[in-house]
């Protein structure tokens, strides 16, 4: 399971062509960012929903180099929302197979190959729920206790734990 993790992050970590260290990881071209996917993606993008996180919001951070590794530096109203019950919605990227989740990432776009990492640790909350949650290609919201991470191990930026499914 920690393997699964660290690669999926580790395929995260990489700096698209053109980043700038100081800059919001992944940042692309307007069109391009969180929660944008291809246009031939049978997925619909995330609709805004006025009770759930924005993902323009989490992925709105810059990074630092610190020791030669990037680290996040998190705006007051990100930081805010640490250690606080939050609703986030996103697309189920599992950790393990099975058609029942406990811990999975959600992403602000739609997995649209297997091996591929749909964007940065911006754009994606790492979740460990309470019961399993069924696996669906459909967005998800679920709400937890949310945790902002200044220097995780597997560089993820955010958490939620004692996650339950919201419809």
Same mark, same amino acid.
């Given at each position: 399971?920690?393997?699964?993790? &660290?690669?999926?992050?580790?395929?995260?970590?990489?700096? #698209? &062509?053109?980043?700038?260290?100081?800059s919001p990881i992944g940042a692309a071209p &307007?069109?391009?960012?969180?929660?944008?996917?291809? #246009?031939?993606?049978?997925?619909?993008?995330?609709?805004?929903?006025?009770?759930?996180?924005?993902?323009?919001?989490?992925? @709105?951070?810059?990074?630092? $180099?610190? $020791? $030669?590794?990037?680290? #996040?530096?998190?705006?007051?109203?990100?930081?805010?929302? $640490?250690?606080?019950?939050?609703?986030?919605?996103?697309?189920?990227?599992?950790?393990?197979?099975?058609?029942?989740?406990?811990?999975?990432?959600?992403?602000?776009?739609?997995?649209?190959?297997?091996?591929?990492?749909?964007?940065?640790?911006?754009?994606?909350?790492?979740?460990?729920?309470?019961? #399993?949650?069924?696996?669906?290609?459909?967005?998800?919201?679920?709400?937890?206790?949310? @945790?902002?991470?200044? +220097?995780?191990?597997?560089?993820?930026?955010?958490?939620?734990? +004692? &996650?339950?499914?919201?419809?």
């Open positions: 399971m920690k393997k699964i993790l &660290a690669s999926v992050l580790i395929a995260c970590c990489v700096l #698209p &062509a053109g980043a700038q260290l100081g &307007a069109g391009s960012g969180a929660g944008v996917h291809s #246009p031939n993606s049978p997925f619909k993008p995330l609709q805004e929903r006025p009770d759930v996180l924005s993902w323009n919001f989490l992925t @709105a951070i810059k990074t630092k $180099n610190v $020791n $030669n590794r990037l680290l #996040p530096v998190f705006p007051s109203g990100v930081q805010a929302l $640490n250690k606080k019950t939050q609703r986030v919605q996103g697309f189920m990227m599992p950790l393990q197979p099975g058609e029942n989740q406990k811990h999975f990432l959600l992403s602000s776009v739609p997995l649209t190959c297997s091996f591929c990492v749909p964007g940065g640790p911006e754009s994606m909350v790492e979740v460990k729920t309470k019961t #399993p949650v069924k696996y669906s290609m459909e967005a998800v919201v679920v709400e937890g206790q949310f @945790a902002v991470l200044e +220097d995780d191990p597997y560089g993820l930026y955010y958490r939620i734990t +004692d &996650a339950v499914p919201v419809k």
